[in-house]
T-cell receptor, first 110, second 114 residues
Framework: DQQVKQNSPSLSVQEGRISILNCDYT??????FLWYKKYPAEGPTFLIS?????DKNEDGRFTVFLNKSAKHLSLHIVPSQPGDSAVYFC?????????FGTGTSLTVIP | DAGVIQSPRHEVTEMGQEVTLRCKPI?????LFWYRQTMMRGLELLIY????????DSGMPEDRFSAKMPNASFSTLKIQPSEPRDSAVYFC????????????FGQGTRLTVV
C-alpha cells in the first residue's frame, strides 16, 4: 500500500516559469517530509524538507508547502531552469522509516 | 567524504544465479537502508539496520532476499536464486543517527536478470 503518492509521473515546464510538483500521503503520523532529486544513473540527493509543525519552508528557488488537513505537500521551483530537469521523489519520515512516492519526472524546456 | 559506495554499479546475471550487492555507508553513520527502485513502485524500502542490527525487514519481498551487516562499514544484499522480476536499481543509503530525517544515498546498482 502506497502511503506516499505522486500522481503525476511527468511534468513539462518552460524555462523561467514555475514548476509545481505534488505529493499526497495517507499516514497522519508522518512527522517530516522531504523532497529528493534524482538524475539518471545517480542516487537520489536531498533537496529540501519540512517538519510537520510547519506549513512552508523556503530555500532559494525551492519552496515546500505542507497542508496537513489535506495530507498534501507540494514543491515549487521558481524560476525553473533546464538543470532542474530530473526525477523528483517525495518522501515522508516517521521515526525510523522513509516512505517514498513513485517520482515525478520534470522536464524544463529551454 | 566519499559518500555511500555501492558495488557493482551494474550486474547482469542469469536467472537462478546468486547475486550479491555491496554497500559501504558513510563512516560514522549508524543507520543503513536498502531500497529497490522500479518504474511501477518507485523507491521501496527493503530493510534497514541500526548499529549493524536489522530492525525491520518487512519490505524484503521474498525469502530469496537476505541482507547482512557484519560490521559498521559494510553491508550486503543477496538474492538467491535470482529471477527476471528482480531486475531493478538497488540503492543503499545511510543516515547519521537512528531516526534522522535525512538519508544519504549511494549511486545504486542496476541489476538485470535474464
Amino acid at each position: 500500500d502506497q502511503q506516499v503518492k505522486q500522481n503525476s509521473p511527468s511534468l513539462s515546464v518552460q524555462e523561467g516559469r514555475i514548476s509545481i510538483l505534488n505529493c499526497d500521503y495517507t499516514n497522519s503520523m508522518f512527522d517530516y517530509f522531504l523532497w529528493y532529486k534524482k538524475y539518471p544513473a545517480e542516487g537520489p540527493t536531498f533537496l529540501i524538507s519540512i517538519s510537520s509543525i510547519k506549513d512552508k519552508n523556503e530555500d532559494g528557488r525551492f519552496t515546500v508547502f505542507l497542508n496537513k488537513s489535506a495530507k498534501h505537500l507540494s514543491l515549487h521551483i521558481v524560476p525553473s531552469q533546464p538543470g532542474d530537469s530530473a526525477v523528483y521523489f517525495c518522501a515522508a519520515n516517521t521515526g525510523n522509516q522513509f516512505y517514498f512516492g513513485t517520482g515525478t519526472s520534470l522536464t524544463v524546456i529551454p | 567524504d566519499a559518500g555511500v559506495i555501492q558495488s557493482p554499479r551494474h550486474e547482469v546475471t542469469e536467472m537462478g544465479q546468486e547475486v550479491t550487492l555491496r554497500c559501504k555507508p558513510i563512516s560514522g553513520h549508524n543507520s543503513l537502508f536498502w531500497y529497490r527502485q522500479t518504474m511501477m513502485r518507485g523507491l521501496e524500502l527493503l530493510i534497514y539496520f541500526n548499529n549493524n542490527v536489522p530492525i525491520d525487514d518487512s519490505g524484503m519481498p521474498e525469502d530469496r532476499f537476505s541482507a547482512k551487516m557484519p560490521n559498521a562499514s559494510f553491508s550486503t544484499l543477496k538474492i538467491q536464486p535470482s529471477e527476471p522480476r528482480d531486475s531493478a536499481v538497488y540503492f543503499c543509503a545511510s543516515s547519521p543517527q537512528f531516526g534522522d530525517t535525512e538519508a544519504f544515498f549511494g549511486q545504486g546498482t542496476r541489476l538485470t536478470v535474464v
